[in-house]
């Protein structure tokens, strides 16, 4: 089971409603969101009937809180959302991955190990170099202060 937030944790929303959904579910709201989003509600409302042929209720509240995704997306794209500083991202590798890079992190660090600061700065200098520093870096040099690069 994953936590959805009613307001997406990207534009500000770490705090306030949550549902509980499993992760496929949770997975289809995103993308149901961003087809809303898009602009393509009759797409977003078949492919949820698909989803749920026979559950009703439960097709009425996954678009709801696709559109309030889609709110949230489009409210990111045009500038207008109150953005965090920081985001949390998570995702997961293979154990033996995470091991090496562990010892990398820890050669990088010298006597301060840790693959979180390792990753966070990989990740910085290489958003960077995708979007120019003006655009990725805060007042503060190595403040990532744009949150969704997708």
Request: glycine share 10%; hydrophobic share 40%; net charge positive.
């Amino acid at each position: 089971m994953q936590e959805h937030h009613e307001r997406l944790q990207a534009a500000g929303g770490g705090v306030g409603p949550t549902v509980m959904l499993c992760a496929g579910c949770h997975h289809s709201l995103h993308r149901l969101g961003e087809m809303i989003a898009a602009g393509k509600n009759a797409t977003a409302k078949d492919v949820a009937e698909r989803a749920f042929p026979d559950n009703p209720r439960a097709v009425r509240n996954i678009l709801r809180l696709a559109a309030l995704a889609a709110r949230d997306i489009r409210a990111i794209k045009e500038g207008e959302a109150d953005l965090p500083d920081e985001v949390l991202v998570g995702i997961k590798l293979p154990r033996s991955v995470v091991v090496k890079l562990k010892l990398v992190a820890f050669a990088w660090n010298g006597s301060r190990p840790g693959l979180r600061p390792y990753l966070r700065d990989l990740l910085v200098k290489h958003a960077a170099g995708f979007y120019g520093s003006e655009r990725t870096f805060g007042p503060e040099e190595g403040e990532l202060t744009t949150h969704d690069f997708s």
